[in-house]
T-cell receptor
Framework: DAGITQSPRHKVTETGTPVTLRCHQTENHRYMYWYRQDPGHGLRLIHYSYGVKDTDKGEVSDGYSVSRSKTEDFLLTLESATSSQTSVYFC?????????????FGQGTRLTVV | GENVEQHPSTLSVQEGDSAVIKCTYSDSASNYFPWYKQELGKGPQLIIDIRSNVGEKKDQRIAVTLNKTAKHFSLHITETQPEDSAVYFCAASKGNNNDMRFGAGTRLTVKP
C-alpha cells in the first residue's frame, strides 16, 4: 500500500464547529487531493495541491479550505461544519497528474456532522 | 463539464460467471479512463486503466474496452471469484489536474 495516512479515521462533530482532517504521505509525491464520497455520487474532488503552498479548487469546494505547508501533509478544513458535509473523505496522491496516471487513496475519514 | 454515468448500480453473479460494468461519458475530449476497486472499509485502488489511443486492454481476468465513437467504456471480469466482491468505480479525464469525474459506482457481489 502507498504510504498514506489519514487522521482521524472517524469523527463526530456538531454543526457550526471547525474541523480539520489530515493527510500524511511518505511517498514524496507531488500531487495531493481531497475527495468526498457520497452514495449515488461516486467520488467528487474538493481541492487539490500540485506542490507546497500550491492549491486549487475542485468540483465541490464550497465550505472547504486546504493548506499544504510541507510536501508530506495536506490539510482539509471545514470552517463551520454543516450536516451536508457528513461524508466519507478520501485523500489521494499521485506522482503525476491523476488525470493521466494512477492515484493512490488513503483509508478514508468518516465524518458525521450532527 | 464531464459527466460519467455507470450501470448497473448493483450486480450479483455466481462464482465463475462473467461480470460486465458499463460507463458512458459526455466529453469527447476525455482521454484517460481508469477503473478503481473499493473493498469494504478501504480506499479505492486502481485495477486497470485505458487511454484513448487504445481500444482494449487486458490484465489476467480483467479487461477494459473503449468505444470512443459511442463514448462508452466497459469493465469485463471473467471467472469471477468471491474476492472480486467490491464496489467498482469508473472515471474519465481529459488529463488535467481537476477534471477527473467518477461514476456513481457498481456494487458487485459474487456468490460462492
Amino acid at each position: 500500500d502507498a504510504g498514506i495516512t489519514q487522521s482521524p479515521r472517524h469523527k463526530v462533530t456538531e454543526t457550526g464547529t471547525p474541523v480539520t482532517l489530515r493527510c500524511h504521505q511518505t511517498e514524496n509525491h507531488r500531487y495531493m487531493y481531497w475527495y468526498r464520497q457520497d452514495p449515488g455520487h461516486g467520488l467528487r474532488l474538493i481541492h487539490y495541491s500540485y506542490g507546497v503552498k500550491d492549491t486549487d479548487k475542485g468540483e465541490v469546494s464550497d465550505g472547504y479550505s486546504v493548506s499544504r505547508s510541507k510536501t508530506e501533509d495536506f490539510l482539509l478544513t471545514l470552517e463551520s461544519a454543516t450536516s451536508s458535509q457528513t461524508s466519507v473523505y478520501f485523500c489521494a496522491i499521485s506522482e503525476r497528474d491523476p488525470g493521466r496516471t494512477e492515484a493512490f487513496f488513503g483509508q478514508g475519514t468518516r465524518l458525521t456532522v450532527v | 463539464g464531464e459527466n460519467v454515468e455507470q450501470h448497473p448500480s448493483t450486480l450479483s453473479v455466481q462464482e465463475g460467471d462473467s461480470a460486465v460494468i458499463k460507463c458512458t461519458y459526455s466529453d469527447s475530449a476525455s482521454n484517460y479512463f481508469p477503473w478503481y476497486k473499493q473493498e469494504l472499509g478501504k480506499g479505492p485502488q486502481l485495477i486497470i486503466d485505458i487511454r484513448s489511443n487504445v481500444g482494449e486492454k487486458k490484465d489476467q481476468r480483467i479487461a477494459v474496452t473503449l468505444n470512443k465513437t459511442a463514448k462508452h467504456f466497459s469493465l469485463h471480469i471473467t471467472e469471477t471469484q468471491p474476492e472480486d466482491s467490491a464496489v467498482y468505480f469508473c472515471a474519465a479525464s481529459k488529463g488535467n489536474n481537476n477534471d477527473m469525474r467518477f461514476g456513481a459506482g457498481t456494487r458487485l457481489t459474487v456468490k460462492p
